[in-house]
């Protein structure tokens, strides 16, 4: 069975740092696309950051470009995202995804697999 575990939220102060971790089975880590959205209240899920089957190729949301960095971990199966620099808009619950594919794509629609989500808040 495909799962995505996540481990890594909380509460944290503007311009502070978190770690997400995102824990998957071998296959994915071995052939699929993986990605961190976020959804704050109110508001849509939205992408912030992608990673190629390889972690070769990633791409970043521009709001969090030059604060967010993410990779992953073949020898563990395990993808983070590194977060610096927090701010209050940041807060959301996070996901982590996958799709069945060696590439990622933008589009919500094109990721089918799914963690249970992490809270993050930053205080001001």
């Known amino acids: 069975q495909v799962q995505l575990v996540e481990s890594g939220g909380g509460l944290v102060q503007a311009g502070g740092s978190l770690r997400l971790s995102c824990a998957a089975s071998e296959r994915i880590f071995t052939e699929y696309a993986m990605a961190w959205f976020r959804q704050a209240p109110g508001k849509e899920r939205e992408l912030v950051s992608a990673?190629?089957?390889?972690?070769?190729?990633?791409f970043y949301a521009a709001s969090v470009r030059g604060r967010f960095t993410i990779s992953r971990d073949k020898t563990e199966n395990t993808m983070t995202l590194q977060m610096n620099s927090l701010k209050p808009d940041d807060t959301a619950v996070y996901y982590c995804?996958?799709?069945?594919?060696?590439?990622?794509?933008?589009?919500?629609?094109?990721?089918?697999?799914w963690g249970q989500g992490t809270q993050v808040t930053v205080s001001s």
């Open positions: 990673i190629n089957y390889s972690g070769s190729s990633t």
């Open positions: 995804a996958s799709r069945r594919h060696l590439w990622y794509r933008e589009a919500i629609e094109e990721w089918d697999i």
